[in-house]
């Protein structure tokens, strides 16, 4: 089918053919950047799951490697679930990963490079022993599951956090000490519990620096950090995380803000955007995050994690820039949409800027809460925005787009939003509005950057404050038809938007060419 092929992803990581799901084990090694991924080899749904095994060596361009690990033991014969990497100080590498066993029990186990000198990891050993942890007393069967990366403890021991639930509803991460990765011992207590979040899968758990933008390796302690927890909310399928304390001697982790808790809070993702998992990259000190953009067979993004909530495309996206088209302080009115004549529209990175220009006139319009149903919803102050993959009539758009809304104090709120609802006349898809709130400060202008990659679009509100990852599958608004176009939907003003847009090369994304000679 034409049109299928048009909806793959150009610079965005999937796999040649059928289901992928979660990233996993994420690691750099001799000068190569392995990504694995929840894999089917069988079939586009999922199931009978395998590691994909990818790398890279700067997470633009990939290659296709043979399969890491495939379910062939007894306590990984249903699946091999995700899991984690972890760099030791003298060079090993550790993956511990979910094995869901012949009774369907998940158990965690150990796997390590048959032989480090080989830059590609070609191929996987399982630990003889395995499996290294099954579940505790108390603890379902099925609900216990992806081990993080290892951190250690400032008593020369290692921990791992594993997600669970506790009477159905208790999302929760239990903390593992382990001085060999064979043996462990399940901590007293748990490193945090939010009631009523459910099964917390791919749990994430790394240290941030409070002041600057580098990135620390997962074991960093210390004055000045502060550590993020994550969890993949199965119940919701949203990947959330919050900010917060790690007591080293207890291992307990304490949110910040308990009303900005894991699960209720901060969202990785207002998108579709589902198991992400960090890494710290050694060789550029930074931490970049993956993620699946889910419930499609296509996948991975990659994304610069820094402070807080700011995540931002990994520098190396820039190198597929081509040429660069710049709009400057093009008036959009009230009501009004306007082209952009750019071309073909189907691979972008846009940078844009707006702001409020006049104010024309006091609105009558009742102000909706939040992203509202869409940029149909008017208001005062917005939205505005831009539609991407939108053909000339206008019959297919998506609105990635500001909502700065009327507070009763007086000031204004503003959501980043992204509607899908006019994205395809395809009957058969899931068409959502997605958002949430972004911080805006007083001398700040509206910016975002969005990439557009056909049926995938990344967006990035206020340097990286809010991100919103679509999946959009038109049907008109494909190959040369797709445009680019500026829309404010105000009531009541004006805004002038300043843009600078980038046509963008494809990656390339093949098998690996072993006849030739890479290293
Ligand atoms: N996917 C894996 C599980 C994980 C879930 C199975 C999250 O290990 O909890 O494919 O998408």
Redesign the pocket.
Known sequence: NAMFYWQRTAYHFQPQKNWM??PDGPLYHKGWYHLFY?YNPDSAI?GN?TWGHAVSKDLIHWFYLPLAMVPDQWYDIN?C???SATLLPDGRIVMLY?GSTNDSV?VQNLAYPANLSDPLLLQWLKYPGNPVVVPPTGIEDEEF??PTTAWLGPDGSWRIAV?TRFNTTIGTALVFQTTNFSDYELLDGVLHAVPGTGMW??VDFYPVAINGSVGLDTTALGPGIKHVLKA?L?DTKVDHYAIGTYDMITDKWTPDNPEEDVGIGLKVDYGRY??SKTFFDQSKQRRILYG?V?ETDSEADDLEKGWASIQWPVEEVESLRLNATVFKDVVVEAGSVVPLDIGTATQLDILAEFEIETLVLNSTEDEVSDCGDGAVDRSTYGPFGVLVIADDSLSELTPIYFRPLNTSDGSLETYFCADETRSSKAPDVTKRVYGGKIPVLDDENYNMRVLVDHSVVESFGEGGRTVITSRVYPTEAIYGAARLFLFNNASGVNVKATLKIWEMNSAFIRPFPFEETLF
């Open positions: 799901n979660d929840q999922w799951i699946g679930w995700t899991g979910t998940q599951r992806d997600g899968e791919c993949s199965d589902y198991a699946w889910n």
